[in-house]
T-cell receptor, first 115, second 115 residues
Framework: DAGVIQSPRHEVTEMGQEVTLRCKPISGHNSLFWYRQTMMRGLELLIYFNNNVPIDDSGMPEDRFSAKMPNASFSTLKIQPSEPRDSAVYFC?????????????FGPGTRLTVL | AQSVTQPDIHITVSEGASLELRCNYSYGATPYLFWYVQSPGQGLQLLLKYFSGDTLVQGIKGFEAEFKRSQSSFNLRKPSVHWSDAAEYFCAVAFVSGGSYIPTFGRGTSLIVHP
């Protein structure tokens, strides 16, 4: 298995532009998580989906952030408009949720720089 | 609310020396505890986890961790460090939300290994 796939790996954009980050979870996994990692705040959970349905989006910082999961094999995290303080590494992770804890498998991340 | 504290931002050890990374948690119920490792430019990888039972947990890459309820700690150890162990290490505590186990991560400890 190729693992969790994220694209792009690096994104540089200007303030005010729309940014779309993409994630393909591991085939068969039914939960998907979006995290943001910064020096100041560490690793934060933004939102997670179970069976394509958003369960908890309380970590989404502002209305400028939105996430979708149109099917079991694809998710997007969109920032519109982007701001310099959105610069961070964004991770996607997936897991197979059953009756107990199942390991989250992380993608390599997207490093976003907003100028 | 649950929280995780990793008091050491950086740890420097010589190759072959023993290692202990500290982790303290705050959680109102029985915790699920984890250690993850993040190599440069990579996502997080699970090293080991504790749910219940034996308080000494063995993980991958020769790591182990000991759960001490009285000290609210879950310290990670390795008897002999290799240069390839240089990475960022994250402790996490998980709670259940919407049927999923959601980890809260510490700020991380950066391990530097001298030859």
């Amino acid at each position: 298995d190729a693992g969790v796939i994220q694209s792009p790996r690096h994104e540089v954009t200007e303030m005010g532009q729309e940014v779309t980050l993409r994630c393909k979870p591991i085939s068969g996994h039914n939960s998907l998580f979006w995290y943001r990692q910064t020096m100041m705040r560490g690793l934060e959970l933004l939102i997670y989906f179970n069976n394509n349905v958003p369960i908890d989006d309380s970590g989404m910082p502002e209305d400028r952030f939105s996430a979708k999961m149109p099917n079991a094999s694809f998710s997007t995290l969109k920032i519109q408009p982007s701001e310099p303080r959105d610069s961070a590494v964004y991770f996607c992770a997936s897991s197979l949720e059953t009756s107990g804890y199942n390991e989250q498998f992380f993608g390599p991340g997207t490093r976003l720089t907003v100028l | 609310a649950q929280s995780v504290t990793q008091p050491d931002i950086h740890i420097t050890v010589s190759e072959g020396a023993s290692l202990e990374l500290r982790c303290n948690y705050s959680y109102g119920a029985t915790p699920y505890l984890f250690w993850y490792v993040q190599s440069p430019g990579q996502g997080l990888q699970l090293l080991l986890k504790y749910f219940s039972g034996d308080t000494l947990v063995q993980g991958i890459k020769g790591f182990e961790a000991e759960f001490k309820r009285s000290q609210s700690s879950f310290n990670l150890r390795k008897p002999s460090v290799h240069w390839s162990d240089a990475a960022e290490y994250f402790c996490a505590v998980a709670f259940v939300s919407g049927g999923s186990y959601i980890p809260t991560f510490g700020r991380g400890t950066s391990l530097i290994v001298h030859p």
